[in-house]
């Protein structure tokens, strides 16, 4: 399988800050990554796909990049509708797996 | 537009056969490249993934879970079906069911449904 790592598990930030939330691959996926957020009770909701791409509806100030063993998620300003968790998806081979999360918190 | 939406048990008994099925509409799981797939959360921890079945009845597993997982799909009632035997209290999560195209992305997401195993 491969693993997924996200970095930091928490992140305690303001808002309008800058917010960058790492995913590492343990083998090479190309760009075959997501990202979701997930509010608390809720199901998880798409923001990037192919690792850069921006899923309809989603605000501009998220965006993603990265490719091969290494991802990034931005938030340019954070917003108070951001604070929530975060999670990585690969779909570069089964089975799919998920990083641990990375919540994001009022500091 | 999509929709999904899972149900079935919210409390089994150790060792039962879990039975979640994911009603959905807004789109065919007769299309190309359609396939629904299962993926559960435990309280307070991380999404994983367990199946998926695609529009050619092709099917994958979680290799952990593939012994006690089966997948199911009933395109005239725009139903998939998930059925984990052995319920453990460990198996205690959210369930949810997603659409997504070639098994890449999930685009859009049941509510899920909390299944708790209690004696």
């Known amino acids: 399988d491969i693993q997924m790592t996200q970095s930091p598990s928490t992140l305690s930030a303001s808002v309008g800050d800058r917010v960058i939330i790492t995913c590492r691959a343990s083998?090479?996926?190309?760009?075959?990554l997501a990202w979701y957020q997930q509010k608390p009770g809720k199901a998880p909701k798409l923001l990037i796909y192919?690792?850069?791409s921006l899923e309809s509806g989603v605000p501009s100030r998220f965006s993603g990049s990265g490719s091969g063993t290494e991802f990034t998620l931005t938030i340019s300003s954070l917003q108070p509708d951001d604070f929530a968790t975060y999670y990585c998806?690969?779909?570069?081979?089964?089975?799919?797996?998920f990083g641990q999360g990375t919540k994001v918190e009022v500091k | 537009q999509i929709t999904l939406k899972e149900s079935g048990p919210t409390l089994v008994k150790p060792t039962q056969t879990l039975t979640v099925t994911c009603t959905f509409s807004g789109f065919s799981l007769s299309a190309s490249g359609v396939g629904v797939g299962w993926v559960r959360q435990p309280p307070g921890k991380a999404l994983e993934w367990l199946a998926l079945i695609y529009w050619n009845d092709d099917k994958r597993y979680n290799p952990s879970l593939s012994s006690r997982l089966t997948v199911t799909k009933d395109t005239s009632k725009n139903q998939v079906v998930l059925t984990m035997t052995n319920m453990d209290p460990m198996d205690t999560a959210t369930y949810y069911c997603?659409?997504?195209?070639?098994?890449?992305?999930?685009?859009?997401w049941g509510q899920g449904i909390l299944v708790t195993v209690s004696p």
């Open positions: 997603g659409h997504t195209i070639l098994a890449r992305k999930f685009d859009n």
């Open positions: 083998q090479s996926i190309s760009g075959w």
């Open positions: 998806q690969q779909y570069n081979s089964y089975p799919r797996t």
């Open positions: 192919d690792a850069s």
